[in-house]
Structures are given as C-alpha cells and as structure tokens.
C-alpha cells in the first residue's frame, strides 16, 4: 500500500524553499524573545560566506532558532533525524533536511550531505552529539567528524549555546525556564586550513571546541531559576546514590533529590547548585555527580558485571506520513554482545534485531517520547538500521536509560580497543 511505503532515503536534499524562510524566521524571533533574544558573540566573525558547516550543541529545542540567528540570512540545509517529522515530511524537505537514522553508518546520508556542502555549495547545520545533552555537558560525538569535514572541503564553525539545556532539560520538559541563552560563534577551520591540516588536527579543534558546561556556567553568571521544579525528575539522570550506591532508588521532587534507600537528601538553589545536610561529602555540582555514575558503570561493564534485561515494547517508523506503529513486546538484553531484541510480534511473526557493541559509538534515549512509555514517562532507546527506526520502550526498567547510554559507549570503546589489539597482533604475526 502506497501509505505504509517506507519513507524515501535516496532523494536528494532539496535547496530550503524560500517561502518557508519568512516562517522560519519569524518562529526564530518568536522563541528568542523568551531568552532576552538570544545574545550571539561571533568572536571577530563578521561575514560567512557559503559553503560551510555549522556544529553547534543540543540542550534543548531552543538551540533551532538560535542556529538560524547566527546563520541569518543565509538558508541553510540541516542534518535531521527522520523521526524528528511525524505527519510533516514535507515541511522536513522544504527546510533542506538531510535525513539520517542515529548512531547507523549510512553511506546515503554522507552522499546527500556532500551533494549539498561540495556541489550546491551550500551551508548546512548539524548536531554532532547526534541527541540532546543529558546533564547540561558535552556528550560523545563521531570520531569521524574531522574526516568529514576534511572531505567536505569547507570552513567549519561552532555554535556553543549556554543556558539552552537549562531552558528545557528533557528529564524536566514539562517546565520551562525564561532564562537568558546565550551562544559563542567560532570558526574553528578556515577556507584556507582546511585544505592544509590533517583529519586528526580538525577533529581536536572541533572536540575542544564542544566542551560546555551549562551549570558552571549558571553559577559563574549568577543566572537564576525561580522555578519550584528545578529537580523534578532528576532521578531519570541522577540514578545512584552517592552515599548507599543504592541504583534507581533516587526520587526528585520540587527543588530537592531523595534517596528511598538510605533517605539522604540534597536540595538545588536558584543558582543550580546542590546542598544538604546529611549527605555532607558529596556532590555539590550535577555534572559530577553524573560523570560519577558514567564511571561506575564503565568500571561494571570492563568487569563483566553489566547486563540488563528487560521486556520492551517496540514500536515502527512506518514512514513520515503514518508515524510509529507498535509492533508488539520482545525480550531485550544489553550487554557484551550489545543490543538483542528478541521475540514474536502481535502478528506471530518472530522479530531478531542486533546491534553489536562496535556499530554504537552511543545511543539516543528518550526519557518522555510523546508520553508513550511506562505511568506515561515515555521512557524509550531509539534503535535503528539501515531501513528501520524502532522505539523500544522498557516496561520494567524505565528508569535505567541513563546507565544503558553509559554502558552503550563503555561497550563500544572495548570493541574498539579489542579491535586494534587484533589488528596489531595481525601485523605483528605477519611480519614473523
């Protein structure tokens, strides 16, 4: 049937349609007026001249309009997920999307990418993190992204929004925070370099520039948030107590972050940093708290202690046009061998998805997809192949999404590492 035809992946990126460019405009200013217009330092930049690529970081939906401030008036391509465009596909081609699936090696994509950047000669946006920030900091982006850009053969430039994830944090989206945003826009690779420096040298360039930390930047500017839910929800990221190590015991509600287990307490002030009266020896600063938990569950994984397993409810991409469809309840385990879902789909039809730990630098989760999941969380992993997206939604443990994002990208640095062992006793075998 020609509704359930699975969308297109092989149409080239259309050029933005200019009688979308007055809406997308106007949209713009409708949302950066709700972050004092959204104030851009453009460090010594003043005229970017197309082709070139954009990065720019992800926190919140407010990170959209400030691209298209920064880029004005230029009409830029974007890099988009096609879930991102349920019943609008064609609104997603009329603004130049380039359609990806997350966390897949897709030659298409960097087919269409190089058709807009090297022969329409096009500027393009995108969000390397490939998801939104958890905790406010950088996450992990493609160790390829120098190489892209090298073959590309354009400028590249950094936007590096601030107060963007505190606006909206997904674990929190249902209140949102009239903070100021600001940006820094930087030219990290000249017309000039990019031709001369190597893969390795843009890569640095582009990793240190995505280094940010959105609660160290709230405290240092003073920037306050009056809202009463400043930690409802935080559990969803702050899983384990730091005091018992108890895991998924944690609850926040209001201003304040409870453990069920042992009952210590830490509440946030307006200022985002964290107090409390008998946990007295701990973490004071979300993101370390959260890069704690990420070492725990590395040290779990490289011990071969980590395994989760759950039964997920999967739901489709069908296509644009149709949305997602469920499919029916599988059995999931994640662990050594990565991602295996398994089981027999609503129609009997037996279902076998598996992603190896080397095919997943990270993963995408959800924590509230269209309030779809568990007691209305949503709480969901986007896992993809080459011709499906599937959202897989825990039933029993909803609440491990943020330890599943860690081991996903502890699993795949072993992989790496394993792999290059094998390739150095390969080339040492051979030349014995």
């Not at 988009?80 to 359609?99: D, K, T």
């Not at 090696?105 to 998801?131: G, N, Q, W």
């Not at 939104?132 to 982006?141: C, D, T, V, Y």
Request: aromatic fraction near 10%; proline fraction near 5%; hydrophobic fraction near 35%.
């Amino acid at each position: 049937m020609k509704k359930n035809k699975p969308f297109e992946t092989t149409k080239k990126p259309k050029t933005p349609y200019r009688l979308l460019m007055p809406v997308e405009w106007g949209g713009t200013l409708g949302y950066i007026s709700r972050v004092h217009w959204g104030k851009i330092d453009r460090h010594g930049i003043k005229k970017m001249k197309p082709p070139f690529l954009l990065l720019a970081n992800h926190g919140s939906m407010i990170d959209f309009p400030m691209a298209v401030k920064a880029v004005f008036p230029f009409r830029c391509n974007w890099v988009i997920s096609i879930e991102e465009f349920v019943g609008r596909e064609w609104l997603m081609r009329g603004i130049g999307g380039v359609y990806k699936r997350k966390f897949t090696s897709d030659m298409t994509f960097l087919r269409h990418l190089f058709d807009v950047l090297k022969k329409k000669r096009r500027p393009c946006i995108m969000y390397p993190e490939a998801r939104f920030s958890l905790a406010g900091i950088n996450e992990r982006m493609s160790e390829a992204l120098g190489q892209l850009a090298k073959t590309a053969n354009v400028p590249v430039y950094t936007l590096i929004s601030h107060g963007n994830f505190l606006y909206q944090p997904q674990w929190n989206k249902a209140h949102v925070n009239h903070i100021p945003v600001t940006a820094d826009l930087k030219m990290v690779v000249s017309e000039e370099e990019v031709g001369t420096l190597s893969a390795e040298e843009i890569q640095r360039r582009i990793e240190e520039s995505f280094v940010y930390d959105d609660y160290a930047w709230q405290a240092e500017n003073k920037v306050p948030i009056f809202s009463r839910f400043r930690c409802e929800n935080i559990e969803r990221i702050l899983y384990r107590c730091p005091v018992c190590e108890k895991e998924f015991a944690m609850r926040g509600k209001g201003n304040g972050i409870t453990c069920g287990a042992c009952g210590s307490h830490w509440d946030m002030n307006r200022y985002g940093v964290l107090h409390s009266e008998n946990a007295k020896d701990t973490f004071t600063h979300v993101p370390d708290w959260y890069r704690w938990e990420r070492e725990k569950t590395v040290e779990e994984v490289r011990s071969g202690e980590y395994l989760m397993e759950d039964t997920v409810r999967i739901e489709r991409l069908v296509n644009c046009k149709v949305g997602f469809r469920t499919i029916g309840n599988v059995n999931m385990t994640h662990g050594k061998d990565g991602f295996v879902l398994d089981g027999t789909l609503d129609n009997g039809e037996h279902f076998h998805l598996h992603r190896p730990p080397e095919t997943m630098e990270s993963c995408h989760i959800e924590y509230d997809f269209h309030k779809k999941g568990v007691e209305n969380r949503g709480a969901a992993i986007d896992l993809c192949n080459r011709t499906d997206t599937y959202f897989v939604f825990p039933i029993h443990k909803p609440d491990a999404l943020t330890k599943i994002h860690f081991a996903t990208e502890a699993l795949y640095d072993i992989a790496r590492e394993n792999s290059k062992k094998g390739a150095a006793h390969k080339t040492q075998t051979e030349q014995a």
